[in-house]
């Protein structure tokens, strides 16, 4: 069993800069990830992560404005997002999974394949 801690979401202006940070305790799991899920809509993946970082998967809305990474060592895992968008506003959440590979990890993205989840971290991006 792993415990999940989310930290560093808060409210920044458009265009701003957050980074997110989930602190992994007990098992370690080599395919981790981040949710978010806006009011009144479905938890979508925004970005997973395999071992050291082999293969990472990224949500189309965020590709190129967030990298997630991981510190194996003091099984940390972030997610630094820049140039953020009034629609990046949701909570945000740290999820960890066993997968068989790192194309498993990267091609399995949705809620439902995570058993294990953190508390979640509020992020609010104003115009």
């Known amino acids: 069993q792993v415990q999940l801690v989310e930290s560093g979401g808060g409210s920044v202006q458009a265009g701003g800069s957050l980074r997110l940070s989930c602190a992994a305790s007990?098992?370690?799991?080599?395919?981790m990830g981040w949710f978010r899920q806006a009011p009144g809509k479905e938890r979508e993946g925004v970005a997973t992560?395999?071992?050291?970082?082999?293969?990472?998967f990224y949500s189309d809305s965020v590709k190129g404005r967030f990298t997630i990474s991981r510190d194996n060592a003091k099984n940390i895992l972030f997610l630094l997002m820049n140039s953020l968008e009034p629609e990046d506003t949701a909570m945000y959440y740290c999820?960890?999974?066993?997968?068989?590979?790192?194309?498993?990890?990267?091609?399995?993205?949705?809620?439902?394949?995570?058993?294990?989840w953190g508390q979640g971290t509020q992020v609010t991006v104003s115009s």
């Open positions: 999820a960890a999974r066993t997968s068989v590979g790192s194309s498993d990890c990267s091609s399995r993205y949705s809620a439902s394949a995570f058993p294990y």
């Open positions: 992560i395999y071992a050291g970082g082999v293969t990472t």
């Open positions: 007990g098992s370690y799991y080599n395919c």
